[in-house]
Structure formats: structure tokens, C-alpha cells
């Protein structure tokens, strides 16, 4: 990625697979804890070898990008990270930044980095470094719901036993992403990886990352028109582009080394401190009518990891979500904005795959409802804020509202469930 030039031809033979509901791979299962949340990203952002100090992030609030590409970890990492410790994490994302993560691990065998995978064992290998990255991200206080960018370097994809060895081990990096429940990106050259990814995005042979960022250095920052890989794939939500290499700019008298990215993807989800200002009780969910959990004092911190809607109290509708899982009102919570959602709190969201092409998008949860003009790509991800009964599809009653307002039946959702509501996810 950094320091690393990109070639900008891109050739590549795209398999279309059947538009049926996938059991296993192309699409995993992924569940989530209760205290925690996906983080959707959209702008722009920046990546740079090592972490800024804070002052330097302080100063590059007056920049266009509101997010940053931080190396937290892998075995090809090279530069120092005297900076990225919990400490910054909590400090930067409390100003207000997104935080894409990203992972230099092993290499393609037929790459230029210093280690490189096995052409025999890079399955085991893969679900090995998630487990590293995983246990890297938790220590930086990146939760569960993280989204968590491997990051394969340019190859040489006429090199049939090298492609191999790398989309067995982004796979197994993917599952196990997974079954740790976070969630998984890959980050990879337009010309290789890319389209290897994308020729086997319905591939049975192998596990579909949840998004894709690549690079590409043409100083274009569209998100679609990707040669090789359509429009089609890593559809809603799930795509970045690094679209300038190396090059110095400067913001509030700070000038540095960095990259140009753009994002609409899952990013780093977090904890983000606040008190409250009575003696409030914490809910098993966002409304009164649930059971108390806790009685929280006033002047407590609470850790919150997002803002979801309920029952007006106050002046507001919002209730905060916290780590344990219960719900505060956000009413007493000592939150910047007592009438709507307070950045930079995410709102309450958990990513899913489509498992059919097509999917059709309803105005409320039934067959009942009108349907909107465009429709979910298989792959997709169904941002789903929480979950309610409807008319019966397959084999469950449930639907699922997304993020934009719609409605999706849960059966083409790779939920945990194809016949009752998935924990965590709330009820509408």
C-alpha cells in the first residue's frame, strides 16, 4: 500500500454465480456481541506509515478527511507505531475521526515483501493472522464489529499457484474474521488482487470479504467504474478506493507524508465516553417498557458505542446503546445534542450479506408494502438497525429494517437465523 506504486491495467475474467441463497461460502455466518456496533464510513480520508501524534491530528481537523488508515498490525508492517496505543485511539475518535485499520500481514508467494505465505498452508495461515489481528484490534479497544482491512500487496496473477495460495488465505482470513465477529475488508490492486476477488465473488471455493478497498492511483475517487470489477459487487456500504500514492500535504501548519483514500465502508467501531446528569436506569432495550437492568448515579461515565431510536423522553427520541448492551435515554446523558443523534456516536447498525440477487426493497415489513425502484445485489450489505414480524418468506416471519429506512426479509440475510429473530439485533 504505502510506498508501493500501483499499475493501472486491469484485466480479468468475472464469474457470475446462480442467484440463490448461499449456505456457507461465497457467504459466511457472522454474529455479533451485544455491546457493540458496525460503523459505516462515508468521505474522505488518509492513510500514513506511522500513526500522527495527537497534536498533528489536533491540527488536521481543518482538513477534508475524517478518517485515517492506522497499520495496527501483521508481520509486514515496517514502520514504527510509537503513537497508536488505547490512549490515542480514545483520544482521536473523541475529535471526531473514523479509523480504518489495516493489517500488512503475509504476502502473495509471488509478491516482492519479505514474508510470504505457503503455497500449501495458507488456509491455516490465514485464520491464524485474523486471530492475531483480532487480539492486535481488541488491545487497541477496536471492538467486535470491526471492520478489519487485510492488506495484499500487487502480484503476479498469471501465477495460477500463487492466486490460489492468496484467495485460500483471504478466505480463511474472512471466516475467521467471523467467527470472531468482526467484521472483514481486504485491501487490494486493482490489477491482482481485485480482480481475483472479484472472479470469485460467487465462487463456492471461497468465503466473500464483506468489503473491498483498492488501489488504484489515478487521482479519480469514484467509487464505482472500476474496471473488472462491477458495479454490481461490494454494492451498499462496502467499498474504498485509494486513488493518489504518496505525496505530502499540509493543515493547520502540520504537513505530511499520506495517501488519498475514499470510503463508503465499514470502518473501526469504538467506545466513547460520556456522563450522565441524573440517576437514569439502564434498559435491556431502548424504551421504558423493557426490563431495568441497572440504576446508573449521576455524573457516571458511561461507555457508549452507538445511538439508536425509541420512545420520546425529554425533548428526544434517541437512546444510547452501552457496552454491556443495555440502553440509557440520552435525554440525561451529557451528549452534545438532546433532540436527534450526536456525533460522533454511530448509529446502532449490524452488516449482513445477501445471499439472492436482487433483493427486494419494501416500505415496510411484508409483501404488502410497495417496493422500492432499486434492489440489493447479492453480497450486498443489508445494514440492518433492528428486526420486526411480517408476512412469512421461506421460512421465517422476520424482516429486517435497514439503515436508508427500508425493509428486507430476513431470509435472504445472512442472519443467525432463518426462522426467529438474531441477537443482538433489536426489535422495532
Not at 508501493?4 to 475474467?13: P, R
Not at 490460489?164 to 471466516?175: E, G, I, N, P, Q
Not at 469514484?222 to 478506493?241: I, M, S, Y
Not at 417498557?289 to 445511538?307: E, G
Amino acid at each position: 500500500m504505502f510506498k508501493v506504486k500501483v499499475l493501472v491495467a486491469a484485466l480479468g475474467v468475472l464469474l457470475i454465480g446462480p442467484a440463490a441463497p448461499a449456505v456457507a461460502e461465497p457467504t459466511t455466518p457472522i454474529t455479533y456481541n451485544a455491546g457493540t456496533t458496525a460503523t459505516r464510513f462515508t468521505g474522505l480520508a488518509f492513510d500514513t506509515c506511522t500513526a500522527p501524534t495527537l497534536a498533528q491530528m489536533t491540527a488536521w481537523n481543518s482538513s477534508p478527511y475524517k478518517a485515517i488508515g492506522i497499520y495496527f498490525g501483521g508481520v509486514n508492517r515496517t514502520c514504527a507505531q510509537p503513537q497508536l496505543t488505547p490512549a490515542w485511539v480514545t483520544a482521536v475518535t473523541a475529535m471526531g475521526w473514523r479509523l480504518v485499520p489495516i493489517y500488512l500481514g503475509l504476502q502473495a508467494p509471488c509478491g516482492t515483501r519479505t514474508y510470504k505465505m505457503s503455497t500449501t498452508a495458507s488456509n491455516r495461515e490465514g485464520v491464524r493472522e485474523a486471530d492475531d489481528a483480532v487480539a492486535k484490534a481488541k488491545a487497541l479497544g477496536l471492538l467486535p464489529g470491526s471492520a478489519l482491512y487485510n492488506d495484499m500487496e500487487n502480484y503476479n496473477r498469471a501465477d495460477a499457484v500463487c492466486r490460489s495460495a492468496v484467495l485460500h488465505y483471504l478466505s480463511a482470513w474472512t471466516k475467521e474474521l467471523h467467527l470472531q465477529r468482526y467484521v472483514s475488508g481486504v485491501y487490494a490492486n486493482l490489477s491482482s488482487g481485485a480482480l481475483d476477488l472479484a472472479a470469485g465473488y460467487n465462487s463456492t471455493s471461497y468465503a466473500r470479504p464483506d468489503a473491498l478497498w483498492i488501489a488504484r492511483w489515478d487521482n479519480s475517487s469514484l467509487l464505482t467504474g472500476w474496471a473488472g470489477v462491477p458495479n454490481t459487487f461490494w454494492a451498499v456500504g462496502q467499498r474504498g478506493k485509494q486513488y493518489r500514492g504518496d505525496h505530502t500535504e499540509t493543515y493547520g501548519g502540520v504537513t505530511l507524508n499520506i495517501d488519498n483514500d475514499r470510503f463508503d465502508a465499514p470502518v473501526a467501531s469504538v467506545v466513547y465516553r460520556y456522563t450522565v446528569r441524573a440517576t437514569v436506569y439502564s434498559y435491556s432495550g431502548p424504551s421504558t417498557a423493557y426490563p431495568i437492568r441497572s440504576t446508573i448515579a449521576a455524573n457516571t461515565s458511561l461507555r457508549i458505542v452507538c445511538q439508536t431510536f425509541g420512545p420520546k423522553i425529554g425533548t428526544t427520541t434517541v437512546w444510547d446503546k452501552l457496552i454491556d448492551g443495555t440502553y440509557v435515554t440520552d435525554y440525561y446523558v451529557r451528549t452534545p445534542n438532546k433532540t436527534g443523534y450526536s456525533a460522533p456516536l454511530p448509529g446502532c447498525t449490524f452488516p449482513f450479506q445477501t445471499t439472492i440477487n436482487n433483493l427486494t426493497r419494501r416500505h415496510g415489513p411484508g409483501t404488502a408494502y410497495s417496493t422500492y425502484p432499486s434492489t440489493l445485489p447479492i453480497g450486498s450489505l443489508a445494514w440492518v438497525t433492528c428486526q420486526a414480524p411480517g408476512s412469512k418468506v421461506g421460512t421465517t416471519a422476520v424482516w429486517d429494517r435497514l439503515s436508508d429506512g427500508s425493509w428486507v426479509t430476513d431470509y435472504y440475510v445472512a442472519t443467525a437465523s432463518k426462522t426467529t429473530y438474531t441477537a443482538p439485533i433489536r426489535r422495532c
